[in-house]
């Protein structure tokens, strides 16, 4: 029962996993526009991600521009559009699987076959996590070298944004719920290991016949 629960909330947390993934992967605030220097404009806030740049004005208008060429984008924007799309397709195997080898749910067949399906998922969620803290950790690192490089002018200085936050968060749900799920089968096999079923021997109706045949020769 304790495994049981312990697989659903790690279920739970992939599934938060899996919606902050989708959503750090669209949202087009990665970086916006640092408050540094004297020359602030505070009607605009402008915002950069991996598909689109926004722009948005005080008076309430939103504007977007879509990142057609691929090629013309920096090395880290292209990696980090590949891995959390990776991420992304992971995770959602991942909760495809562990749907069916979960103990609570009725899916998957017998034991052992549930218990490869939870491990199968639990993998796709460590992969899914690993992919995703890649391009929010390189990316945040291009931030951070760009803001404390004195030869870059202040106006293009910029944070990291709140879908990079959200990508970090997200990968470690996917990555807690991948390991909750990995070390729960490999405790099943654990058990298998160390308490083998006990084989029990009945003597063969041959040796109950010859036993008895030397019996009556005593007699």
């Not at 902050?20 to 408050?35: F, S």
């Not at 959602?92 to 399906?117: E, N, P, R, Y």
């Not at 004195?150 to 990291?160: A, W």
Request: charged content about 10%; some cysteine; aromatic content about 14%.
């Amino acid at each position: 029962m304790a495994s049981a629960s312990l697989q659903f909330f790690a279920f739970i947390l992939a599934l938060f996993g899996v919606f902050g993934d989708i959503t750090a992967t669209l949202l087009p605030n990665w970086k916006v526009n640092a408050d540094v220097g004297s020359n602030i404009i505070t009607a605009i806030t402008q915002m950069q991600g991996l598909w689109m740049d926004c722009t948005w004005y005080s008076t309430g208008m939103f504007s977007c521009t879509l990142k057609y060429s691929v090629l013309s984008l920096p090395v880290y924007i292209q990696a980090a559009r590949t891995t959390m799309v990776l991420s992304c397709i992971l995770s959602a195997f991942g909760i495809c699987i562990t749907t069916v080898g979960m103990k609570c749910t009725k899916l998957g067949g017998d034991t052992d076959s549930k218990s490869h399906a939870c491990f199968a998922g639990g993998v796709c969620f460590i992969l899914a996590g690993i992919f995703g803290l890649v391009p929010t950790s390189w990316y945040t690192r291009e931030i951070i070298s760009n803001f404390l490089d004195q030869t870059i002018p202040e106006s293009s200085k910029h944070e990291p944004g709140g879908a990079v936050y959200t990508g970090f968060i997200s990968a470690g749900f996917l990555l807690i719920a991948g390991v909750i799920f990995c070390t729960s089968c490999f405790k099943k096999q654990q058990e298998a290991w160390i308490y083998p079923p006990k084989q029990h021997h009945f003597p063969s109706a041959e040796q109950e016949s010859n036993t008895g045949y030397n019996l009556k020769d005593y007699v």
